[in-house]
């Protein structure tokens, strides 16, 4: 049973490009969570998802950054128009449907906007 | 809003006790995790608290006091591996957001 798969691992953007995260839940896992977390700093909650519905996307930035997890393949997380400042890691974590007791995580993706 | 606060920096020596501390503030509060992140790379799950007391799973140990929305990890005979950050996570908000805290870098030494 893999893991949660990320790619890519790492990605760098000329700023005013698109970034495109990719998440693969563990096999059977329906929600899915994206954090972003800075050098030296903690995981800051963007969004949950269910398959096809966004749940709670309080932590998102209102503008430029959008997620989506469809009926069929990877949880997605768009960054348009990508700035300095979005250069961070991007961890995706997956949970069983109705799980609360534990979150399974990606590697990772580190965004560098040049 | 939601919040977990945990200590920035904790330092002991090999073979020696920590306990590191998270006090929360949130709503709808349903447990109390633990992650272990090593260098940055994908934070792994330690322990997980729906009620009141104390869970032991080997070396690490995990305790909760809803009464006090505060608490604790536990890692008994150090080990230089051990050197990582810890962050307690809540979730909250009809039990499927999950919080993290501000984290803990823990030291060990020699």
């Known amino acids: 049973n893999a893991g949660v798969m990320q790619n890519p691992r790492h990605l760098v953007r000329r700023r005013g490009q698109e970034a495109r995260l990719r998440c693969s839940p563990m096999k059977g896992h329906s929600h899915v969570y994206w954090y972003r977390q800075l050098p030296e700093e903690g995981l800051k909650f963007m969004v949950y998802?269910?398959?096809?519905?966004?749940?709670?996307e309080s932590g998102m930035p209102k503008e430029r950054f959008s997620a989506e997890f469809p009926k069929e393949g990877p949880s997605i997380l768009r960054i348009q128009q990508v700035v300095r400042g979005d250069s961070a890691a991007y961890f995706c974590?997956?949970?069983?449907?109705?799980?609360?007791?534990?979150?399974?995580f990606g590697q990772g993706t580190r965004l560098t906007v040049v | 809003g939601q919040s977990l606060e945990q200590p920035s920096e904790v330092t002991a020596v090999e073979g020696a006790i920590v306990q590191i501390n998270c006090t929360y503030q949130t709503s709808g509060f349903y447990g109390l995790s633990w992650y272990q992140q090593h260098d940055g790379g994908a934070p792994t799950f330690l322990s997980y608290?729906?009620?009141?007391g104390l869970e032991e799973t080997g070396r690490f140990s995990s305790f909760l006091s809803r009464s006090d929305s505060y608490g604790y990890l536990l890692l008994q005979e150090l080990q230089m591996k051990d050197s990582a950050s810890y962050f307690c996570a809540a979730f909250t908000g009809g039990g499927n957001k999950l919080t993290f805290g501000t984290g803990t870098q823990l030291k060990v030494e020699l």
């Open positions: 608290n729906a009620l009141d």
């Open positions: 974590a997956s949970s069983p449907q109705g799980g609360r007791t534990e979150a399974f």
């Open positions: 998802l269910q398959k096809e519905n966004i749940i709670d």
